[in-house]
């Protein structure tokens, strides 16, 4: 019972995180993500260089979650697995 509770719980963080990897450009649009990116060296980048980084900023940083939200699960289900 407590394996197939282990084995639920996994597929669904891998799901999670995938999803959270797959969805990351709507999800930083939507929520505005990349407007909460600070900027060391802002002087150094014109006006649309500056948003695209930030943006990309936002969107590593968003895709480095999913991937610690998946993480978890796919270490579960390979040692469940094995």
Known sequence: ???FVLKILGF???AAGAVM???ARSFVKKFRLD???KCDFENEFTEEELERYK???ALVNY???G???ALP???AVIYIYK
């Open 35 to 37: 407007q909460s990116v």
């Open 1 to 3: 019972m407590v394996l």
């Open 73 to 75: 699960g796919l270490v």
């Open 12 to 14: 669904i963080s891998i």
């Open 55 to 57: 943006f990309d900023k």
């Open 63 to 65: 895709k480095m979650v």
């Open 67 to 69: 991937l610690l939200v």
């Open 21 to 23: 990897v797959f969805g």
